[in-house]
C-alpha cells in the first residue's frame, strides 16, 4: 500500500476535485446572490422615484401650480403681469372691468356666468373697493382653476365669499357641474 498519495486515508485528488466543486458551486450562489441584491437595489430605487415623480405632479396640481398654460410650456416662475388695481376712469368703468375679468376667468376654465351683481358703493370699511357677486357653473378641476387665477393674477382680486352647491343626482347617476356663488371684490385706485 502507497502511502504517499493518500492524506487522512483519502487519495488527494479526490480531495481537490471535491473542494474545487465546492469552491466552484460556492462562487456561483455568491455571485447569483449579488447580481440578485443589485437587481432588487435598481428596481427600488426606480419604484422610489416614479412614486417621488407622482407625489410631486400631485402636490403641484393640489397647490395650483400646474395649470393648464404650463403644460403648454409657459414659464410658471413668472410674476403675474398688469396693475394690481382694477382699471377705470371712474368707479362704473372699474366695475365693468371687474365683471369682464370673472367672466373671462369662468370661460377659461369651462364653464358659464348664470348672473352677476356689482356693488359700486362698497362698504365703509372699504371704500375704495368694487364688489361683484356672480353665480356659475363650473366642474370642480375648474372651480380649483378658477379661484388659482383670481387670486394669483392681475390685478389683485380677494374672493370673500364662496358657496359651492354640489349637482343634484338625476336617476342615481353622478356627475354634473358645481353651482358656485363667488363674491369677489378688487380695489380701485380712482383717478389720479
Same mark, same amino acid.
Given at each position: 500500500?502507497?502511502?504517499?498519495?493518500?492524506i487522512? =486515508? !483519502? &487519495?488527494?485528488? @479526490?480531495? !481537490?476535485?471535491?473542494?474545487?466543486?465546492?469552491?466552484?458551486? *460556492?462562487?456561483?450562489?455568491?455571485?447569483?446572490?449579488?447580481?440578485?441584491? %443589485?437587481?432588487?437595489?435598481?428596481?427600488?430605487?426606480?419604484?422610489?422615484s416614479?412614486?417621488?415623480?407622482?407625489?410631486?405632479?400631485?402636490?403641484?396640481?393640489?397647490?395650483?401650480? +400646474? !395649470? &393648464?398654460?404650463?403644460? %403648454? =410650456? %409657459?414659464? *410658471?416662475?413668472?410674476? &403675474?403681469?398688469? *396693475?394690481?388695481?382694477?382699471?377705470?376712469?371712474?368707479?362704473?368703468? @372699474?366695475?365693468?372691468?371687474?365683471?369682464?375679468?370673472?367672466?373671462s376667468?369662468? +370661460?377659461?376654465?369651462?364653464?358659464? #356666468?348664470? /348672473? $352677476?351683481?356689482?356693488?359700486?358703493?362698497?362698504?365703509?370699511?372699504? +371704500?375704495?373697493?368694487?364688489?361683484?357677486?356672480?353665480?356659475?357653473?363650473?366642474?370642480?378641476?375648474?372651480?380649483q382653476?378658477?379661484?388659482?387665477?383670481?387670486?394669483? =393674477?392681475?390685478?389683485?382680486?380677494?374672493?370673500?365669499?364662496?358657496?359651492?352647491? $354640489?349637482?343634484?343626482?338625476?336617476?342615481?347617476?353622478?356627475?354634473?357641474?358645481?353651482?358656485?356663488?363667488?363674491? #369677489? /371684490?378688487?380695489?380701485?385706485?380712482?383717478? +389720479?
Amino acid at each position: 500500500m502507497n502511502i504517499g498519495p493518500m492524506i487522512g =486515508g !483519502r &487519495p488527494s485528488t @479526490a480531495l !481537490r476535485a471535491r473542494h474545487r466543486g465546492v469552491a466552484a458551486l *460556492s462562487y456561483l450562489a455568491a455571485v447569483i446572490a449579488l447580481a440578485c441584491i %443589485a437587481w432588487l437595489a435598481i428596481a427600488g430605487l426606480q419604484a422610489r422615484s416614479a412614486a417621488l415623480s407622482a407625489a410631486t405632479e400631485l402636490l403641484d396640481q393640489i397647490e395650483g401650480r +400646474k !395649470r &393648464p398654460a404650463d403644460v %403648454a =410650456g %409657459a414659464t *410658471s416662475g413668472a410674476a &403675474p403681469s398688469g *396693475s394690481p388695481f382694477l382699471e377705470g376712469q371712474t368707479v362704473t368703468v @372699474a366695475g365693468a372691468a371687474l365683471q369682464q375679468r370673472i367672466g373671462s376667468a369662468v +370661460k377659461a376654465v369651462g364653464g358659464n #356666468v348664470l /348672473s $352677476s351683481q356689482i356693488d359700486l358703493q362698497g362698504t365703509d370699511s372699504r +371704500k375704495d373697493f368694487v364688489n361683484l357677486i356672480a353665480s356659475c357653473e363650473v366642474d370642480q378641476l375648474g372651480l380649483q382653476q378658477l379661484l388659482y387665477d383670481l387670486e394669483a =393674477g392681475m390685478p389683485f382680486l380677494f374672493v370673500d365669499q364662496l358657496v359651492v352647491q $354640489s349637482p343634484q343626482a338625476v336617476g342615481g347617476a353622478e356627475g354634473g357641474r358645481l353651482r358656485v356663488l363667488i363674491g #369677489v /371684490s378688487g380695489r380701485w385706485q380712482g383717478t +389720479k
